[in-house]
Structures are given as C-alpha cells and as structure tokens.
C-alpha cells in the first residue's frame, strides 16, 4: 500500500491547536490552549472534510503522595505532600485540597482537609496506609510504620548541688520519650562521673 501522509498538508483554523505532519506523527494535533478549532488535510489541491476539535482544561490523572514508605517512632508526626499530575504533564500542589485517609486510624489519623492537610498524628505502635483523594482521584498508598517510643532526652536532678567531702549525693533520671511520657530510669541508667 502507498502511504502519501508525509504529503499531507494539514490546517488548523486556531493556532493553538498545532498539527504535526511526517510518516510517523501525521495528523496528530496538540492542544495548547483551551479552546475550539477546524481542522482541515489538504494534498494534491483537494481539501477534505473539515473536522472540529475542541480543547477542554486539562484534567487530573494522577496523584502522588510522598514519602511513599516511612517508618517513625510513636509520637512522632509525618508531613506528607500530594501532587497532582494533569493531562497536560503539568503538576499541582494538592496538599491542602486533598481529602487524606488513613486505613488504621487507631494507628494514626490523618488530617481529611483544610489548613493542616496532610500531617499523620502517630497513636500507637503499628501499619497502616495513607492515600490522598482529590476530583474523584485517588493516590498511589503510602504505608506507615509506627514503631515504639524512643528516649528523646535525659534529665538528672539535682542539675547542681554541692555536698561535703566524704558524703554521698542522690539523683534521679528521667527519661522523656517521643510520644510525651517519661520514665524514672534513676536504676537502668548507667552513671558517668566527670572527674573520677
């Protein structure tokens, strides 16, 4: 079969809908803005038919949300960020106006909207998965791994004191951990003297 497409001149009425020619690519039109246009292919002097297209705003494919795995420890909030991915390969930032979900809220919660869009409050030790929904979308899951509470920092009182030569000074340690508790662990601790 003879293919004469490469000799096809092809016209769009709107100069925002362009049409590229060539064996491959002929006849493919790209939209680049919105709007309506008359297309028309034209060779050996004859002009087809005219067809119409009309370019409507780009519409949302998909969703991303990142990070796509965390591990935290409890206590500890996760920001996550969606961003929308439209026909026309541009991306939003849909954070804010996503509805979030996550599958265990007795693992985490996940604000569904607003101006803290986006942040997993850690309940307690476990997994569960986040997603982001926005104009009937939904995102890729993100899975979220809440492991124990760990020690954030130590504090030993008395912070000063000072005691006669030959007697014996008390202390206590309190350790305070990611999700807010502390912990006496005057006896588990391991006590280091600066001037032995």
């Known amino acids: 079969v003879y293919k004469r497409q490469g000799q096809v001149t092809w016209i769009s009425s709107d100069p925002t809908v362009s049409i590229t020619t060539g064996e491959i690519n002929g006849g493919h ?14 060779l050996d002097s004859v002009t087809s038919n005219m067809a119409s297209v009309d370019v409507t705003a780009a519409t949302l494919q998909s969703i991303v949300i990142t990070p ?23 991306s939003v930032d849909l954070t804010l106006l996503a509805t979030w979900k996550s599958s265990d809220t007795s693992i985490a919660t996940i604000e569904g909207r607003g101006a803290i869009s986006g942040i997993a409050n850690t309940l307690s030790v ?6 982001a929904l926005f104009d ?31 007697t014996t000074g008390t202390y206590t340690a309190i350790a305070y951990f990611t999700d807010n508790t502390s912990e006496d662990i005057t006896r588990q601790a391991t006590w280091i003297s600066g001037d032995d």
């Open 68 to 90: 796509a795995i965390e591990s935290v420890a409890l206590g500890i909030d996760v920001p996550y960020t969606a961003m929308g991915i439209y026909s026309d390969n541009t």
């Open 136 to 166: 009937g979308v939904t995102s890729n899951t993100a899975a979220l791994e809440v492991t124990a509470a760990t020690i954030t920092s130590i504090q030993i009182t008395p912070a000063d004191t000072s005691v006669p030569k030959g």
């Open 126 to 131: 476990g997994n569960t998965n986040i997603t």
């Open 29 to 42: 039109a790209v939209a680049l803005t919105m709007g309506s246009s008359a297309i028309t292919a034209v």
